[in-house]
């Protein structure tokens, strides 16, 4: 996982809760890194997954919801260091359907050791899109809230349902309503 | 306190992450910078391919600009806007355009049509032309343009494209004036022998390379009665020529293609079904570049000549068939004609023995004399016919050459006796084998020539002179014989005459000398019918030398300078006693002498039953029964005996038959004869026999002395060979009594046939006959046979008598022959060096 992934995870601990949090839940966790993050860097997915579980049991939070506000978080940030991506797409279905064949892409070019989740688009009708997510990661709740804070930024209403395609939640299927 | 350790710790996150992010960016970097080496390093290289690619181009482009500027065409490159690209001198040079070609680079070419206009014959069509090829953008090669000077320009177009997008186009022009005319010469030289062909009566017409008619020229379709039109584009083969034909044709074509010319006659289908014949004479179209495109074909009507040459063929057909027939006519007619001639010939001789005047035997003797010439000049017709109908032909056999050259000699010396002519034989001492070859016709052509000679040399010498022509041992051997004289000789002109059909040096020769004037040219068809050659030199007044070379096969076999010889035979018969049942005396006389000189008793009965008597009387060790006899004949006799009690009914009866025919040798055993032996039967034979018979059987041999002796070839010499052997006193006595008995025998038929008295005439045929056999006149035998036959079984008068005389004719002449051969023979048994045989 991108080291972007994790400062700002910490950014956004320390914001809300201090960095006393910060320091807890790094202290707390058994992490390989020790919990010194660079942006540059590329550190395990199973450090996220501690320190998120870490501040669900401080916080009482639980963890999907901790992730899906992460999310919202996160989308702006990427906005700005990615702008790029973003010149030119005029909805957040577009940004959508772009992810999969232009923008997961481009990153492959830049981190060849990137490892992405999978999305299948297809548009049920103009307004409706179904978007299934595949990961190991098991991160829809992230994803969501990605997807949220990207129809925020157009100024755009959805509906978003959520089914689990596999029980682990490997698999997951959004079915988006512009309202 | 708590506040500090935290800070602490932040700090040193901070610290940490600022050191690993350094450390990174530190790796990000050096990355970064080898990339940059790695990507300036691949500039570098391409920069070079580039400059290398470029500098080709440039050398390809001056390459082609050079090309185009040496090329022997002028040239001119525009680009789509019709803006010079390039020229050259050459174009420069055709249009008159008075500026060096890269001065041009750049011009507009939009007005160029109009200003060159002029040059061209036909100006407007020049301009119409080169708008349409801009318009359609299409290549265009080789168009000829007229110019108005009488130049001929040959201008190609070529638009050039890249992909889709037109890049512009390429003008190419070449004067090609020289060119044209020449092919125009020729063209008007073709042409006006084509019409000067044409008003010759020769039919021309082209076809391509499949046959199919291009042009038929007015004249040829004149001939065949067809429209030029309904000719064109036809297969020729198919409307013209009859099927049967085809493949002479298609050998034809296939000499055009290979570019050869031919002529060949067939008959072409005229529009009205006839046939025309016609010489054709074809020969390949070539084009300028050498290629075969079909064929032209001057075609000469020969109708009439090969009408007129068929009814020759016809007519020469006919002719030959004809002359087929009379030679085979006249081959076949030997007998017809020599008969009555015989006829006339005998009656003369019996009108000389009526004692007729002087004045008759004048007349008889001009008879006589003249019927003869014309039996002469008969069978040299006659051997000329057989010859000529191809019924003559050489035979192979074993002969002695040298031995024939000296016989003849020797004939004719004896002939010759009377004049004061000598006769020489010369002999190649390399002759001293065997020839294989035909020792007759050798015989028969050095006679004719021998006679020649003899006939027209009154004194001085005649002669053959032999001498082998070919190296030793090649093969044939090549012997020349010259048979010369010192006659009256033979003037040059007619050397070659002489060897005609009837022709003799002139008719005075004829008048004086006689003859056919068919000798030497039957002489020189045997010399040619055995592969050799004959040839005269001559000089008038002082002789002539008739060459002839002949090719034998060297046998190998010495040739001996004498006879064979026979085996002379013993026999162990001390008091063996055989009784011979003979009538005819010369049978006695052949019998008696073996018998006498095997040293066997013997007894003679004169017929059956003089035979049977003796039987009654005497024991015989064994008995010779002639079957044919008088008063009892051989069977009567031997079943007389064999009923007889005691003395001979078991005495071994050999049979003495005529022929080996089964009837009579079955007969023969039916009687109780035990053996029989067919006659003629050569001494050898009844030895044997005798032999089985008589219970001693001791042969000595010894070699009887050898005797020089030949008989004469018109005898039957094997069988005298093979009867006498070397002992000539047994022949000499065989002869003799041969003329003391024989022609006494003889008188007596004619008497017999004038009194018709058939039965008898045969019986007395039959008693004589035997004896001619036993001197060698087997030909007078087998004539004498025949009359004997005939008087047997269909008596006719005329028949017999003219038959009778060419028995009479045939016996004259053998006489002759058997009187000569008995001087000879006397004259050597005579000789006190001669020892006859034990």
Known sequence: MKGIVFTEFLNLVEAKFGYEMVDQIITESNLPSKGIYTNIGTYEHSEIVQLVTALSKHTNIPVPDLLKIYGIHFFPILGNGYSHFLTGVKSGFELLESIEHYIHVEVIKLYPDAELPRFENRRLSPNVLEMIYHSKRKMADFAEGLMRSAFDHFGEKVEIERENLEADGSSVRFTITQI | MEALELLKRRVEREVAARKLAEAIMEQKALELYYANQELRNLNGSLEQTVAERTHDYIAEQSRLRSLITNLDSGVLLEDEHRKVMLANQMFCDLFNIPVEPEMMRGLDCTQSAEVNKHLFADPAQFVRRIDELLENRQLVTDEELDLADGRVFRRTYVPIFEGNDYLGHLWRYSDVTDEVQAHETLRHSEDKYRRIIENMELGLMEVDNDGRIVLPYPRFCAMLGYDPEELRGQMATEILLPPEYLPVLQQQAV?????????????????????????????????????????????????????????????????????????????????????????????????????????????????????????????????????????????????????????????VQLRMESKSVEVKADIDPGITHLVLGDDLLLNQILLNLLGNAEKFTAEGEIGIRTKILSEPHETPMWVEFCVYDTGIGIPPEKHDLIFQTFRQVDGDTRRKFGGTGLGLAIT?????????????????????????????????????????????????????????????????????????????????????????????????????????????????????????????????????????????????????????????????????????????????????????????????????????????????????????????????????????????????????????????????????????????????????HTMFMQVQNLFDVGTRIIDNEYSKLKKIISNPTHTPPQ
């Open chain 2, 524 to 800: 020189k068809q045997l010399v040619e019918l055995q592969g050799g050659s004959i040839r005269v030199e001559s000089t008038l007044g002082v002789g002539t030398q008739f060459y002839i070379n002949l090719p034998y096969l060297n046998t190998g076999v010495v040739a001996e300078q004498n006879t064979p010889i026979m085996e002379q035979m013993q026999l162990n018969s001390d008091g063996k006693r055989i009784l011979v049942a003979e009538d005819n005396a010369m049978n006695r006389k052949y019998i008696d002498t073996l018998l006498r000189k095997w040293n066997i008793e013997h007894f003679f009965a004169h017929n059956g039953r003089e035979a049977y008597e003796m039987c009654l009387e005497d024991h015989y060790d064994l008995v010779l029964m002639d079957i044919q006899m008088p008063e009892m004949d051989g069977y009567e006799a031997c079943q007389a005996i064999r009923d007889l009690p005691g003395l001979n009914n078991k005495t071994p009866i050999i049979a003495l038959t005529a022929s080996a025919m089964l009837s009579q040798r079955d007969k023969a055993f039916f009687a109780g004869m035990n053996d029989y032996l067919s006659k003629p039967f050569k001494p050898l034979q009844l030895f044997e026999k005798i032999c089985l018979y008589i219970d001693s059987n001791e042969i000595e041999t010894n070699m009887p002395t050898p005797q020089e002796f030949t008989f004469d070839k018109r005898l039957d010499t094997e069988l005298l060979e093979t009867m006498y052997g070397d002992d000539l006193d047994y022949a000499f006595e065989m002869f003799e009594a041969f003329r003391d008995n024989v022609p006494k025998e003889f008188k007596s038929i004619q008497p017999l046939l004038d009194g018709e008295k058939w039965p008898e005439v045969a019986r007395l045929l039959h008693k004589i006959k035997p004896s001619f056999g036993m001197v060698g006149l087997s030909e007078l035998e087998k004539a004498l046979e025949q009359m004997e036959q005939s008087a047997k079984n269909q008596p006719n008068k005329a028949n017999l």
């Open chain 2, 255 to 411: 000499d055009r293609l290979a570019g050869n010319a031919g002529v060949y006659e067939v008959p072409i289908i005229k529009k009205d079904g006839n046939l025309m014949w016609a010489m054709i004479s074809g020969a390949p179209i070539i084009n300028i570049h050498g290629t075969v495109t079909g064929s032209i074909g001057i075609h000469y009507d020969i109708t009439q000549q090969k009408t007129l040459y068929r009814e020759l063929e016809e007519s020469k057909k006919r002719a030959e068939e004809a002359q087929e027939a009379e030679k085979q006519f006249l081959a076949n007619m030997s007998h017809e004609i020599r008969t009555p001639l015989n006829a006339i010939i005998g009656m003369a001789h019996l009108l000389i023995d009526t004692d007729p005047s002087e004045e008759q035997k004048e007349y008889l003797s001009i008879l006589k004399n003249s019927a003869e010439m014309l039996r002469t000049l008969i069978s040299d017709v006659l051997d000329l016919s057989k010859i000529r109908a191809g019924k003559m032909e050489a035979q192979e056999k074993e002969f002695d050459l040298v031995a024939l050259v000296q016989t003849l000699a020797k004939s």
